[in-house]
T-cell receptor, first 116, second 113 residues
Framework: AQSVTQLDSQVPVFEEAPVELRCNYSSSVSVYLFWYVQYPNQGLQLLLKYLSGSTLVKGINGFEAEFNKSQTSFHLRKPSVHISDTAEYFCAVSDITQGGSEKLVFGKGTKLTVNP | NAGVMQNPRHLVRRRGQEARLRCSPM?????VYWYRQLPEEGLKFMVY????????ESGMPKERFSAEFPKEGPSILRIQQVVRGDSAAYFC???????????FGPGTRLTVT
């Protein structure tokens, strides 16, 4: 079974500052990794995904994440945040083995608040 | 290409009533997933369906909950005899093939009074 730990439940930052949202996962099988963003009272939007290949993944809105297999981490970063980045961010994993469940296993989320 | 559609967006039910949540996947998507988001918790998987088949229902409560994805029409998540603990946001996601990214709908927010 997989599990995801998002180490920070809330992250306050000032506008134009860099930010890192941390995600660690646990799995005995190969996984795909995702970051989703949820704005208030809305659904989830995919920010980026790691399936294979380069461990540095670039996503939408200037976000990027780095897959570190030895540390089982997939931290999300942005060099300069905007007020509009205020939202909740979810890290998720999916079992990709043959016959594995298609389900996404989510962390509990990190609320990013960008202050002026 | 329209995204994943869910209706209703908000649903209020009294304890003991039935709730029916609908999900229309994106065009060309034959895989549907339901997730539940409870207050102060992350999203939890409930069920994974393909057309006319339930593939994985390991996250579904054993009683009162059921899901279907018929050959024609939307996927339905049905909750019988709702209780206050069923109050949550229910999200549907779809994907075109196995092992691909899931696209989420806007959710249905169920309130049980």
């Amino acid at each position: 079974a997989q599990s995801v730990t998002q180490l920070d439940s809330q992250v306050p930052v000032f506008e134009e500052a860099p930010v890192e949202l941390r995600c660690n996962y646990s799995s005995s099988v190969s996984v795909y990794l995702f970051w989703y963003v949820q704005y208030p009272n809305q659904g989830l939007q995919l920010l980026l995904k790691y399936l294979s290949g380069s461990t540095l993944v670039k996503g939408i809105n200037g976000f990027e994440a780095e897959f570190n297999k030895s540390q089982t981490s997939f931290h999300l970063r942005k060099p300069s945040v905007h007020i509009s980045d205020t939202a909740e961010y979810f890290c998720a994993v999916s079992d990709i083995t043959q016959g594995g469940s298609e389900k996404l296993v989510f962390g509990k989320g990190t609320k990013l608040t960008v202050n002026p | 290409n329209a995204g994943v559609m869910q209706n209703p967006r908000h649903l209020v039910r009294r304890r003991g009533q039935e709730a029916r949540l609908r999900c229309s996947p994106m065009k060309g998507h034959s895989h549907v997933y339901w997730y539940r988001q409870l207050p102060e918790e992350g999203l939890k998987f409930m069920v994974y369906l393909q057309k006319e088949n339930i593939i994985d229902e390991s996250g579904m409560p054993k009683e009162r909950f059921s899901a279907e994805f018929p050959k024609e029409g939307p996927s339905i998540l049905r909750i019988q005899q709702v209780v206050r603990g069923d109050s949550a946001a229910y999200f549907c996601a779809s994907s075109p093939v196995r092992l691909s990214e899931q696209y989420f709908g806007p959710g249905t927010r169920l309130t049980v009074t």
